[in-house]
Nanobody, 115 residues
C-alpha cells in the first residue's frame, strides 16, 4: 500500500513562508497525481493544489500566486511552498494521492498563521 507522511508545519506570522513536505512510500511517478488539501477548525476539507505525473499544476483560487506544488522524485517527496501566508491559511494540511484506484491520505500537519 501507500503511506504518506507530512511535515514542515508550524507557527508563522502573516506574510511569512513555510514549505510543507509529503514523503511517500513509493516513487512519485507511481501516481497519476499528488495533491494537498486543508481543513480549518469547524470548516470542511478543501482542495489546495495538485501536481499531475505530466507536470500539470492546479491551484485553488484562494492560494493561486502564493503557493507552489512541486516534487523531488529522488526522495519520493512532494512539496507545498507557501508564501505570503495569511491567517485564513491556518489549517491542518493533508497530502493525498490515488494509487491502484485507492485513495491515500497523510495524517496531516498543522499550519498556524498569526496576524
Amino acid at each position: 500500500q501507500v503511506q504518506l507522511v507530512e511535515s514542515g508545519g508550524g507557527l508563522v506570522q502573516a506574510g511569512g513562508s513555510l514549505r510543507l513536505s509529503c514523503a511517500a512510500s513509493r516513487a512519485i511517478f507511481s501516481f497519476n497525481a499528488m495533491a494537498w488539501y486543508r481543513q480549518a477548525p469547524g470548516k470542511p476539507r478543501e482542495f489546495v493544489a495538485t501536481l499531475s505525473r505530466a507536470g500539470t499544476t492546479h491551484y485553488a483560487d484562494s492560494v493561486k500566486g502564493r503557493f507552489t506544488i512541486s516534487s523531488d522524485n529522488a526522495v519520493n517527496t512532494v512539496y507545498l511552498q507557501m508564501n505570503s501566508l495569511e491567517p485564513e491559511d491556518t489549517s491542518v494540511y493533508y497530502c493525498k494521492t490515488t494509487y491502484l484506484s485507492r485513495e491515500y491520505w497523510g495524517q496531516g500537519t498543522q499550519v498556524t498563521v498569526s496576524s
